[in-house]
T-cell receptor, first 110, second 116 residues
Framework: RKEVEQDPGPFNVPEGATVAFNCTYSNSASQSFFWYRQDCRKEPKLLMSVYSSGNEDGRFTAQLNRASQYISLLIRDSKLSDSATYLCVVNIQGYSTLTFGKGTMLLVSP | NAGVTQTPKFRILKIGQSMTLQCTQDMNHNYMYWYRQDPGMGLKLIYYSVGAGITDKGEVPNGYNVSRSTTEDFPLRLELAAPSQTSVYFC???????????????FGEGSRLTVL
């Protein structure tokens, strides 16, 4: 079983739509969680951290469910510029490396 | 600050050649990483370092070597290049807080390597 699993997509949505991605993790020692964004042929960049109480950054909302071991990312009012691959990332306690999911591709069309 | 700088950005190698991908960061981060990303695939960790003089293997270290003689530099050496090493290579760095990884990795722009 992979440590971090994501639906690879692509998710095709029209501008203005709301879209949500889920990610599941298998290691119960996972202690911190992040969403990264990777544009085509570019490097990944941190989008937002995911806090236990959930957090919001503009149109983006991240949620954590420790009991079910999943995190989610909700994007409201999608823009063309949101088209990218969204990587779910987990920091496992005691590890010196982050564990990356393979990413979910989002395509926003006019 | 330049952040994480990788060179070269593009390179074509012949089978059996060797080369070094350079990576330097000016943020005084103690953690540094090398990943490879094949087309349409996720990141795979090659090697990482938690400080000068310390390196460890990731999930795909075969065919590569690294060194970390300074905090700033973390070069990746490819010995005897093979077509399977055709990929995009990303270097990244991170800081730690009280010895724990904080979670934000700063990536270089990538080095696109083709082995023919």
């Amino acid at each position: 079983r992979k440590e971090v699993e994501q639906d690879p997509g692509p998710f095709n949505v029209p501008e203005g739509a709301t879209v949500a991605f889920n990610c599941t993790y298998s290691n119960s020692a996972s202690q911190s969680f992040f969403w990264y964004r990777q544009d085509c042929r570019k490097e990944p960049k941190l989008l937002m951290s995911v806090y236990s109480s959930g957090n919001e950054d503009g149109r983006f909302t991240a949620q954590l469910n420790r009991a079910s071991q999943y995190i989610s990312l909700l994007i409201r009012d999608s823009k063309l510029s949101d088209s990218a691959t969204y990587l779910c990332v987990v920091n496992i306690q005691g590890y010196s490396t982050l564990t990356f999911g393979k990413g979910t591709m989002l395509l926003v069309s006019p | 600050n330049a952040g994480v700088t990788q060179t070269p950005k593009f390179r074509i190698l012949k089978i059996g050649q060797s080369m070094t991908l350079q990576c330097t960061q000016d943020m005084n981060h103690n953690y540094m990483y090398w990943y490879r990303q094949d087309p349409g695939m996720g990141l795979k960790l090659i090697y990482y370092s938690v400080g000068a003089g310390i390196t460890d293997k990731g999930e795909v270290p075969n065919g590569y070597n690294v060194s970390r003689s300074t905090t700033e530099d973390f070069p990746l050496r490819l010995e005897l290049a093979a077509p399977s090493q055709t990929s995009v290579y990303f270097c990244a760095s991170s800081y730690s807080s009280e010895g724990a990884l904080t979670g934000e990795l700063f990536f270089g722009e990538g080095s696109r390597l083709t082995v023919l």
